[in-house]
T-cell receptor, first 112, second 110 residues
């Protein structure tokens, strides 16, 4: 079945540091890939998505590129802020069942 | 534009009782999804409703059930509550493949 593996962290960075959160997936066919963010006490917010190979999703300075050859969708940001502290989830949607399969989430803490 | 709304925000029940959680989708969205976020288990897909019909179901026992109303809002019912049902229940809606989530209902079973 479909699965998503992401680095579990926690990840602790200083403000303005470079961020990478690794995400790899297993799926049949050509899934769509997503990054969601969950701030403390809140639901999930869509951060970015990519629907086909080599697509790059971007939003709020975050980027991720759909790499079919390495089945990866790593999240990057060049300069993190304290306000980026949250849990980040990588997810895929494969086939026609429209359910999201999530990774376990990565807790990011950014210190001033 | 109003986002996905869920009620109640918190719910406390005792073992064996029933819980009813409610979700209102974004206007124009016909699909509603339910997910469970339990401590240590991550986010797991529960149910998908579209146009009033159950379209897909995750690996959960039959005591988890729900329905979708003509206005596309949805209810999730959990019967015979067990301690391990304590979790954040998230509802999402979509009109395409992108799902937008509500703030969740935190269910505590004592």
């Amino acid at each position: 079945g479909d699965s998503v593996t992401q680095m579990e962290g926690p990840v602790t960075l200083s403000e303005e540091a470079f961020l990478t959160i690794n995400c790899t997936y297993t799926a049949t066919g050509y899934p769509s890939l997503f990054w969601y963010v969950q701030y403390p006490g809140e639901g999930l917010q869509l951060l970015l998505k990519a629907t086909k190979a080599d697509d790059k999703g971007s939003n709020k300075g975050f980027e991720a590129t759909y790499r079919k050859e390495t089945t990866s969708f790593h999240l990057e940001k060049g300069s993190v802020q304290v306000s980026d502290s949250a849990v980040y989830f990588c997810a895929l949607m494969g086939g026609s069942n429209y359910k999201l399969t999530f990774g376990k989430g990565t807790l990011l803490t950014v210190n001033p | 534009e109003a986002g996905v709304t869920q009620s109640p925000t918190h719910l406390i029940k005792t073992r064996g009782q029933q819980a009813t959680l409610r979700c209102s989708p974004i206007s124009g969205h016909t699909s509603v999804y339910w997910y469970q976020q339990a401590l240590g288990l991550g986010l797991q897909f529960l149910l998908w409703y579209d146009e009033g019909e159950e379209r897909n179901r995750g690996n959960f026992p039959p005591r988890f059930s729900g329905r979708q109303f003509p206005n596309y809002s949805s209810e999730l019912n959990v019967n015979a509550l067990e301690l391990e049902d304590s979790a954040l229940y998230l509802c999402a809606s979509s009109s395409s493949e992108t799902q937008y989530f509500g703030p969740g209902t935190r269910l505590l079973v004592l």
